[in-house]
């Protein structure tokens, strides 16, 4: 496995000072000796300092090294606290597997390590699906939990998260304020500036109010950087090293004399903080918490003139993969294509070449993906499963999977998951699997897609073995006109299923299950209009909430049924009702559709098509919101 540790410490990290891009020059000689600083201590004795120690040398491109040292040792260690500490840093070197081990220690019955857990799930920016969160952040008993558990929902978007650490930093109690301090200095912003200014007047214990000093500093106060870089050289070990942590977030750059000279201090976590505040502050900064990422990964050409109904995943080391239909020739539904797959390393800033992921073995072609991970949670050590469409004519359209064991490098044979004769449509991104672990493919299927008068009926195809044997659900769900056509299924709160269907009624339809997709209720209109376009549903992980990306074009008064704005909005109250509106792409002449969603490091990873009307090509886009950003400035 190819080390991606630098990438993961750079993604999970926050950026708030005013100058994000200062960095110190560092010799050659000062470089090798802080690295060497980092690899004593990562083979000491002393267990934090090592983990700490862990974390430089991943930040800094060595993550191989520390796996191959702490691997070993996960599966020995007793000590709930430590395991935390060993698999949060496995994490950081670039396996993201061993965050099951947090949520597994998370969802222990002995509270002994849950507030490390917590804060490790926090440090490397994972969640899980969010439950086992939700439910520490309830635990009104205990203050640290209940802030540990707030900090990794926070940076996930969770507003209510957010809303209680600024709760807790006003508390008349020095350990919890200085602790929601430190969190706060990585996930609040600078209106929290007036409230840290407070905490450090408030307190006159020396390494409380440097906690809240610091934290000023790393959210761009230019008092609180002083006091920081005056604190690197303070007699007190703990307000030293706390100094040091806040460091490089801070980009106290300022210090570097004193931090070269603190790697020569007798506490070995004050030399190995040093030695890694160093390293850091030697490169840029990382970009801003709401830096959105926008590019056009797969651009349409004359010889390829839409690619189209995409999907990604995040694989095992950090990397994400993304998959899309490459038409060629003609841009028509039924023209030649074949999936195409490009892989980006630093969150989808940049992509590498595009590689065939899978050929046309269709008589027409291959298309609409939909990468999974084959269990329930998902974790990053299950296979992946492609799902696709293979074409052969207007009444033989068929869905298939493959699965890969080795995070996307190869797949198996393909397994058929529609084995009824007809043209059975499965969206991009739609296959969803349980709580239970079954498998959900929903499709619109119709006899002949051609034929006068044809529709389409939706119903689900089922798996409870990850994906080697199906069968169909007894129900068909109708809607007016051309019918019900490509649905999607969400999984409520009481275990209960709720399908949404594109119409040709100016309204999304929406159908119910209550036994695991086996049958289903009459489609009737749900809550939101829409033009005959899909629509893409998710639950948010750190609230629970569901995210809708749809074409708003109704509103205002609007008749028109368009592709355009593409829009986003936010239900409380599993769609019946919706707030927080807001366009990701404006209403203008370009088409938006075909969405596909995962959550990811506290961000929302999209993908989607945008036709040009000038040319009628369609490229597909990747674009990267921060979960904040939905919840934030919308109506």
Known sequence: MKSFGFILGLVAATAHADAPDKVINLDDATRARCLKVLRDGLASDEFWPSMHAAEGLSNNGQGAEVRALLEPKLPKETDDQ??????????????LAAAQVLLDVLASKNPYGHVHACESLFKVNEIGNGALLKHALAKNDSPRLAIMAAAALSRWGNPEALSLLRKYVKDQDGETAKLAAWVLARTGDQGDLPALKAGAERFEEPLTRAYFEHARAVLGDPDGLKTLIKNLSDNDAGVRTSALEFAPEARAVEGQDALIKLLDDPTLDARVRAASALLELAKPGPSPRNEVISRDVFVATPENPRYSEGSVIVLRDGRLLYVTTEFQGGGADFSKAHLVAVESADGGRTWGSSRVIQENVGKQNVMSATFRRLSSPARFDAPIGLFYLVKNSATDLDVYLRVSTDEGASFGE?????????????????????????????????????????????????????????????????????????????????????????????????????????????????????????????????????????????????????????????????????????????????????????????RALLTYYVGDPKTHRISSRFRSVPIAWFYENAR
């Open 82 to 95: 430590h395991r935390c500490g060993l698999a949060r840093e496995i994490v950081r070197s670039g396996d």
């Open 414 to 602: 393909p397994v058929l998951v529609t084995d009824h004769p007809g043209y059975h449509v499965l969206n991009n991104d739609r296959v969803t699997v349980l709580s239970t672990g079954r498998l959900i493919v929903p499709v619109a299927s119709s006899d002949d897609v051609f034929k006068k008068g044809s529709r389409f009926l939706c119903s689900c195809f089922l798996s409870d073995d990850q994906g080697a044997t199906w069968k169909h659900s007894k129900s068909l769900i109708d809607s007016p006109k051309r019918g019900a056509m490509e649905p999607e299924v969400i999984e409520r709160a009481n275990g209960s299923l709720l399908m949404h269907i594109r119409t040709q009624t100016g309204q999304i339809y929406a159908s119910e299950s209550s036994d695991g997709g086996e049958t289903w209720s009459e489609g009737k209109p749900w809550t939101v209009k829409a033009p005959e376009a899909p629509s893409t549903l998710r639950q948010v992980p750190s609230t629970g909430h569901w995210l809708l990306i749809w074409n708003d074009c109704f509103r205002d008064g609007q008749t028109k049924a368009q592709r355009t704005p593409q829009t986003a909005a936010i239900s409380t109250d599993e769609g019946a009702t919706w707030t927080r509106v807001r366009d990701l792409e404006p209403r203008d002449q370009h088409s938006y559709a075909y969405t596909s969603i995962v959550f990811h490091k506290g």
